[in-house]
Each structure stands twice: as C-alpha cells, then as structure tokens.
C-alpha cells in the first residue's frame, strides 16, 4: 500500500536473528510514522499473519529455518497485492538479486547496512519504490541496468529513463536533479509509463516489464 508521510507505515519483521531485531524494534519506536504490528521468525507464521491482516510493508530475511523467504515473499505477494515485500540477506549477489527482481519483491537490503538506511528503505517501499540498499551496489550497477531496456513498452526515450531510475529506487526529488527535469514533469512521465504498461504502481511497472521482457 503506498503511504504519504501523514500516514502510518504498518511493518512487520520476519526475521530471526534477535540482536538485529532488538536494535531495529527500538530505532523503529522512535519514528513516529511507523507501526511495528508484528515480529516474527518463521515463514509459517508470516503467511498466516499476512493472510489475516496485509501490513503496508513486510521486512522478511531470505534464510529462515523453517523455510526460503523467498518462496514465501512469493506467495505474499500474490495473496496480499498491496503489501511491499523488502527482502534481507547477509549479502548481495546475482542470484538473489535476479530472483528478488523476478518475484516482484520491493528490492533488497543486506544486514550490515546502517538502521537508518533499513529505515529509509522500509519508507521508499511503502511507497512503491523499488529498493536495493548494500555495501557492493556500485559492483552490481552494471547488473541491474541489464534488466532495462524497455523499448518494447511503446515507451518514449524519457520514460525508459524515468523507468531506469524508478529500477534504482530513486525518489521523484533525485530522479528529477538526476535528469534535469521538474518534478511535476516527473510525476506526469511516471503517470504515463503506468498508463502504458497498465500498472497500478511503480514497483508494479518494473516487475511487469522484466517479466514480460520489457527489460532484460
């Protein structure tokens, strides 16, 4: 579900790894536009939660040891469409980040970044951004721009850029320094891809567009 910052982020955490769970449950009581609503560390638990009650963004860590997240990210990302799914792993690689693309998960972080990183991270989800947040990203630029080239969209050539950007996780404000354009011109560019490819979000416009091969 996308959240203004007037509104409320509902979060849960799957994870089990206590000492992370601790500090970020404390960072998190801090900001007053989160709501933590639960902290779970299996993958059974999580479903059953999310099939209950759809937080606005679910935190869930790929190795749990009662099965893989990403299956289970999978899953809540087809029964629960509105809830953004930011995976976290101990650290990145072509692998993980092909299939956290492919499942349409809200991006990736890695657990050695800072908590006010994950913080900003879990916000730019909410929002229907997409997200990788970790130590080795200038390695993998090159990687991840290989999922762009959306020609096959009916896309003009700014709005293969907008979608390129909206792939790196960047905000409406960055996109619009970045490409030398109002943000309001943003805004009507990112309008358009959405009425093109009929998506309802942004995440949702770079997930169908790699899934279609739209980007590769």
């Not at 509902?10 to 449950?25: A, C, E, I, Y």
Request: net charge negative; aromatic share 6%; proline share 3%.
């Amino acid at each position: 579900m996308s959240s203004s910052p007037s509104e409320m982020i509902s979060l849960m955490v799957v994870d089990d790894h206590p000492s992370f769970v601790g500090n970020l449950r404390s960072r998190i009581e801090t900001e007053n536009d989160f709501q933590l609503t639960h902290v779970v560390d299996s993958v059974f638990e999580a479903v059953e939660l999310v099939r209950r009650e759809p937080p606005d963004v679910v935190l869930m860590n790929i190795h749990l040891a009662d099965g893989d997240g990403l299956e289970a990210a999978k899953y809540l990302i087809r029964c629960a469409y509105e809830t953004s799914v930011l995976m976290m792993a101990e650290r990145a690689t072509n692998e993980v980040l092909t299939h956290v693309l492919e499942e349409g998960c809200a991006g990736l972080i890695t657990r050695d970044v800072p908590l006010e990183v994950v913080i900003a991270a879990l916000r730019d989800a909410a929002s229907g951004n997409l997200v990788f947040k970790f130590r080795e990203l200038p390695a993998y630029v090159s990687f991840l721009q290989n999922f762009v080239d959306a020609g096959s969209a009916g896309l003009t050539s700014r709005e293969r850029e907008v979608l390129e950007c909206l792939l790196r996780g960047e905000s409406t404000s960055a996109i619009s320094e970045e490409l030398f354009i109002s943000t309001s011109t943003v805004r009507n560019h990112v309008n358009s891809i959405l009425t093109k490819m009929g998506a309802h979000s942004k995440l949702e416009a770079v997930t169908m567009a790699q899934r279609e091969r739209l980007i590769t």
